[in-house]
């Protein structure tokens, strides 16, 4: 198909280590944006990228928390020295203009043992 | 404050029957735009309907409705002729300013489940 796509669908790892989740958003789409769903809670905002550049990374939590989209298209979401409170599904979309709505990616679902 | 509020953290409904899913919204922004999605169980989230904050008719997509009371700062999903593949969380989210807002605001979701 094609909509947004996320790699991995799951991810376990284990305290301290790095993770990095892959976005994959809809042909054409400029603007890119990152949030986080944690278990009974709806998507809270991460961060969003207008072409290659971060326009917002209000929403990152702190320092260990990094997204890059070197050529406007695929993202990636990197987490440095992971700790059990960044369990979570992980959410992408992607939006092609200023008054569209946005798509959604099916998540990577990550747990830090 | 919260940006976004949803009232309701679980909500039932007889097959065939409508059903209203309430959401409040926080804002003085003058331009802003509201959304409903539906998360199922499989965790992606589905678009269905948008209201523009000078859009002068409710929205309707199909089976939704949008009941927007711009002075109330409501903002309703109705979904008429409840079908059991309805059962999911909805989530209603919010982005100002319309144009340039950067930040989609959700709120903490409904569950809704379809009887039978």
């Known amino acids: 198909g094609a909509g947004v796509s996320q790699t991995p669908s799951n991810k376990v790892t284990e305290k301290g280590k790095y993770v990095e989740l892959r976005c994959d958003p809809i042909s054409g789409h400029t603007a890119l944006y990152w949030y986080r769903q944690s278990l009974g809670q709806g998507p809270e905002f991460l961060i969003y990228f207008q072409g290659t550049g971060a326009a917002d990374d209000s929403g990152l939590p702190n320092d260990r928390f990094f997204a890059v989209r070197p050529e406007g298209s695929v993202s990636t979401l990197k987490i440095q020295r992971t700790e059990r409170g960044d369990s979570a599904v992980y959410l992408c979309a992607s939006r092609l203009g200023p008054y569209n709505e946005q798509f959604f990616g099916p998540g990577t679902r990550l747990t830090v043992l | 404050a919260q940006k976004i509020t949803q009232t309701q953290p679980g909500m039932f409904v007889q097959e065939k029957e409508a059903v209203t899913l309430d959401c409040t919204y926080d804002t003085s922004d003058p331009s802003y735009g509201l959304f409903w999605y539906k998360q199922p169980s499989s965790g992606e989230m589905i678009f269905l309907i948008y209201?523009?904050?000078?859009?002068?008719q409710n929205a309707t997509e199909g089976r939704y409705s949008l009941n927007f009371q711009k002075a109330r700062k409501s903002a309703n999903l109705v979904i008429s002729a409840s079908q059991l593949g309805d059962s999911a969380m909805y989530f209603c989210a919010m982005r100002e300013p319309l144009n340039t807002g950067n930040q989609f605001y959700f709120g903490t979701g409904t569950s809704l489940t379809v009887i039978p």
């Open positions: 209201q523009g904050s000078y859009d002068q």
